[in-house]
């Protein structure tokens, strides 16, 4: 798989864009387990005309990472043009386009989702943005609006047509957002159409290592993109790589394997944020994530989400060690 110069071998994994997720400590412990491409948090291009210094950072690139991408959304084209010239700065393998962000606060500007409702829209900007760069453009977006309203076949040729080097396709619509199952009919449709040339990345609902090997036999699609089901679970990626490889299933993680990663990706926070509150405050929703199904874990999970102080997190991670021991997390719910 190519985009622009960047030679991926095999089948790779992505490691979907996601707000408040995909931060430099998340990145770099889905890294460690196999991810191949990384995403920065998705950037306004608005916040970038104004220089917002929080939003700059999103977009900071480290070594681990790479190779990797920045992603911009935004509803104004010369907006977009001039953040993807500001993400160029930072040197990523590759620019996104998010055309497919389905929460409120993007859509009412007439950004990500949004732009499926003005597929001659989403083509200028994406050829306006290839135009004004010098490294690759790539997007992701949606199957449609809704399901009266997919027309996501029209929208990848559109985009090809645009010059972008890739399409990432989420097998939902903007109206089911997060909620019942991806459709990845549509998404093999697009890959398999004659007059798609570009790389096709198939995201939505890989939960294992079975399904992510249904879903590429299924479809045939270039890659696989893997988003929230690696929060709390970023060796998913191991688990996806090993399954792919070996047609077997690798033993689930115990408690105490799980508390080092989490040790873990809480030192990256706070040497990387140099603020202990804020390194603690941001992986609430890891915390959250880390130990599903665990029995008794109610009040446990509640202090750890309250916790403000190293120390404390730290006893909190220590009971769970002496509580559970050796216990294996299920993520067989996810399969549900």
């Not at 001659?120 to 050829?127: F, H, S, V, W």
């Amino acid at each position: 798989m190519k985009i622009g110069n960047l030679i991926l071998e095999g089948t790779p994994l992505f490691l979907a864009p996601m707000e408040d997720v995909t931060y430099m400590s998340f990145r770099r412990m889905c890294k460690k387990y196999g991810a191949d491409v990384m995403y920065t948090e998705f950037v306004s291009s608005e916040a970038l005309i104004r220089d917002v210094k929080k939003t700059k950072q999103k977009m900071v690139l480290f070594d681990f990472d790479r190779p990797a991408a920045v992603q911009i959304y935004g509803h104004n084209i010369d907006s977009m043009i001039h953040a993807a010239q500001v993400a160029e700065e930072v040197q990523p393998d590759f620019i996104d386009i998010n055309f497919g962000c389905p929460m409120k606060k993007i859509i009412r500007h007439g950004a990500g989702a949004a732009m499926l409702k003005d597929l001659p829209k989403m083509q200028q900007m994406a050829a306006e943005v290839v135009k004004a760069v010098k490294v690759p453009v790539t997007a992701k977006t949606r199957l449609g609006w809704n399901d009266n309203d997919k027309p996501i076949l029209e929208a990848a040729l559109r985009l090809q047509d645009a010059g972008v080097a890739a399409l990432a396709i989420h097998g939902r619509t903007r109206e089911q957002l997060y909620t019942g199952k991806a459709d990845w009919t549509l998404i093999g449709e697009v890959k398999n159409h004659p007059e798609i040339k570009i790389p096709i990345i198939g995201n939505g609902d890989i939960t294992s290592g079975q399904k992510a090997k249904i879903l590429l036999e299924q479809t045939g699609v270039d890659a696989l993109m893997i988003g929230r089901p690696a929060i709390g679970r970023p060796w998913i990626f191991r688990e996806v790589k090993h399954f792919l490889e070996t047609g077997q299933t690798l033993a689930p993680p115990t408690v105490a394997e799980i508390v080092e990663n989490v040790r873990e990706q809480l030192q990256l926070n706070l040497e990387w944020k140099d603020n202990e509150r804020t390194g603690i405050l941001m992986m609430r929703r890891h915390f959250a994530k880390y130990f599903p199904g665990l029995p008794g874990f109610r009040d446990l999970k509640i202090r750890l989400l309250r916790a403000e102080a190293h120390e404390e997190v730290n006893e909190i991670l220590d009971e769970m060690v002496e509580k559970y021991k050796n216990t294996r997390v299920d993520y067989s719910f996810a399969e549900k």
